[in-house]
C-alpha cells in the first residue's frame, strides 16, 4: 500500500480531473462540431476559473468556441486553461511527495520572457495553423493528409535557429507519432489524455513569447553524476543527467541535459552517439562514473547548462546517491512547465524491493511504491529481472494515469560490484565510431550538398 | 484502448534494436501509411540510389533512381532493390510489426516474396522525388547541432 501522504489524492485532484476530461472529450471530436451537451460542459470549465487570472481568457474562449468554429486565439485559450489544470495538480502532487520526503517547499523558479527569433516566426505561426486543424478535425477523427501536410514546415522549424529546439523536438515527437497511429479504427482508440497533452503543450510552446527560467553563469563547479534517465523519440535523443553540484560551499541536486537529433537508422546502445557527436568527452566520462569540472550556466530551476568539463575523478554513484538523498535544494520544474507528466523526483533505495501478489514495488516512508517498467528504454541499460534481483535501486517517482510509480533507472543486484544502468552503454557506445553514422556522414556529405 | 490506457501522459513505445541492418545497401527504410518506402544504394556509384516503394492492400511498387530513371530491374515480381528494402523494414520492424501497420497477416510480411505475393499489383510510376526528400530529410539529423538546454517536452517520449 502506498504510504500515507500518498495514498489519497490531494483536495482539488478529482475535480481537475473530471474537468481535463472534459476538454480531451472535446478535443477527440474536434472544436468543429461540438454537441450542446459539449458546449454545456466548456461553460461549466469556463464557470470553475471565475476569478482566476485566467478567467477573462477562459470565457472568451469557451463563448468563442461554443458560437461557431473556435479560431486560433480560442483553441490557445482553452490550451492554457488545461495546462493550468494540469498545473495545479502537479503542484498538490508534488508537495503530498515532499511532505513524504520531508523536503521543504522551496519558491517557485524565476522566469523572464524570451522573444522567438524573427527568422522562426512564421514557421511558428504555420505550426500553430496546423494544430488548429488537428483541434478542429478532432484528435480522434485525423486524416493521414492533415499530417504529411506538415512535413514540409516541420523540416524548416528544425532547422531554422536552436532558438525553437523544444517545440521542434515536440512536434516531431507528435507528428511521428500520428504517422505511426493513423488512420484509427474508432475515435477511442486515439491515445485521449496524451494527445491533449501533445496538441496542448505544442500549441502553447509554437507562441512567439516563452518565459524561460533564468540563469546565472557558474565556473569550476564539481558536478557529480549519479544517475542519467535516457529520453527518446524516433530523432532526438536525451542524456538526462542527475547530479550533486558543490559551488560556492554549497551542495545541490542538478539537473544537465545533452540532446542530440537522431538519424532514423541509429538504433539500440548506437543511438547514444545521437549525443556523443556533440558532446563526446563529457558523456564518455558519465558514462565512466567519473566527476566533472563545470562550467555553464545554473537555471533558477535547477538545469545546469553545460558548457565546458573537464574529467574528474571516479565517483562511487550509490554514495553521491545516498548523499544526494539529505539535500535540500532540488531541481524544480519551471511555472509553465507544470503538468504531472513533469514530476520526476529522483529517489535512491537503499533496500532490496519487495514482491506482493506479483507486484514489484519500493519501500518508501510507511508503505511501498510499485515499480513501473511502462518507461523503460532500451538504452537504460536494465531489465526486470536485474531490478527483482537488486537490492539498491536508483529511480524517479512519477505520477501517470492516475497513479504513483517509481521508473527504475539503475539497479544493483546483490553481491554485484558495479551497478546496471545505462553507464555501461554510454561507455561502450564512446569506445568505437559509429560506423551507422559514418555511412550516412559521408552520404550527406554526397547527397545534401548536391542537392543545394 | 482501455480507459486507464486512454488516461496516461506517457506510452513508451520504444523500437528494439535491428540486427544485422545493413545501413550502407539500404541507407533509409520507412513506413508511411500502408507503404513501405526507402533508398537503396546503387552499389557501383555513391552518388546515386534507388528510391523504392511497396503498397500493402494494392500491390503496386515502383523502383527508380533519384533522378527518376526506372529500374532496369522491374519486373512483374518488382526487383532485387525491392527485395532487399523490404528485408530491410523487416529487421526494423519486425514481421508483426509490418503487419500491424500494413493491416497484413503476420505470415506473409516475412519476406518480400511472401508480402508481394499477398497482393498483386502492378508498377506504378511515381516520381522518386517525395522518397528522395524524405531520405535526404533523415540525412539531415546527422548534421544538425547537437543541445545542452533542457527539453522538458521529450518527457512524454520514450519511442522509437
Known sequence: MLPPPLRSAPPGFAEASAALTTLDEVLLGGFGRLADSQKDALRALARAFDGSPLGPLVTDSVNAACSGPAQEAAMIGLAAAREALQGASADALAAQLNTLLGRPAQDAPATTTVDAPAEALGLLSNARQWLVELGLAGLGQIEPGAVTAFDASLGELQLVSPAVLRPATLLTGFHQELLSKLPLAALTDAPRARWADLWSRSLLACLPKQPRPTEEPIEGAKLSPFMVEAQHHRNMVSAVIWGVLEHGGQQRVVRSTLSGWRVDALAGEESWWAVLRGFESALREIGERRALTVSGSLCSSGDLILKKTAPGQPIDVAQVASAAMALTVWPQVAPTDRHPAQLAIPLFINSAPTRDEGVLSVPLGDGLVPITFDRLSPLQGLDAVTVAKSDRLWGLARFDGGAWSFQPLAAQAKGAKTPSGPWDGIAAAAKTKSSTLVILNERAGKLLRKKS | ?160
Not at chain 2, 486507464?4 to 544485422?20: C, D, E, F, H, T
Not at chain 2, 539500404?26 to 537503396?40: A, D, N, S, Y
Not at chain 2, 532487399?84 to 500491424?100: C, H, I, N, P, T
Open chain 2, 1 to 160: 484502448m482501455s480507459d486507464s490506457l486512454a488516461r496516461r501522459s506517457v506510452i513508451a513505445a520504444p523500437r528494439p534494436s535491428p540486427k544485422g541492418r545493413k545501413v550502407k545497401d539500404v541507407p533509409f527504410v520507412e513506413l508511411r501509411g500502408k507503404r513501405i518506402q526507402g533508398v537503396i544504394s546503387s552499389g557501383s556509384d555513391i552518388e546515386r540510389v534507388y528510391c523504392a516503394f511497396y503498397e500493402a492492400g494494392t500491390g503496386n511498387f515502383y523502383c527508380s533512381t533519384n533522378n527518376n530513371r526506372r529500374c532496369g530491374g522491374l519486373g512483374g515480381g518488382g526487383c532485387k532493390h525491392i527485395v532487399e528494402m523490404v528485408g530491410e523494414a523487416v529487421k526494423v520492424f519486425g514481421a508483426d510489426g509490418l503487419a500491424a501497420a500494413l493491416g497484413l497477416d503476420a505470415s506473409v510480411t516475412g519476406n518480400a516474396r511472401s508480402l508481394m505475393a499477398a497482393a498483386r499489383g502492378s508498377e506504378t510510376k511515381e516520381p522518386a522525388s517525395e522518397v528522395f526528400a524524405r531520405f535526404l530529410n533523415d540525412l539531415r539529423y546527422t548534421e544538425m547541432p547537437c543541445s545542452n538546454q533542457p527539453i522538458p517536452e521529450l518527457s512524454w517520449f520514450i519511442s522509437g
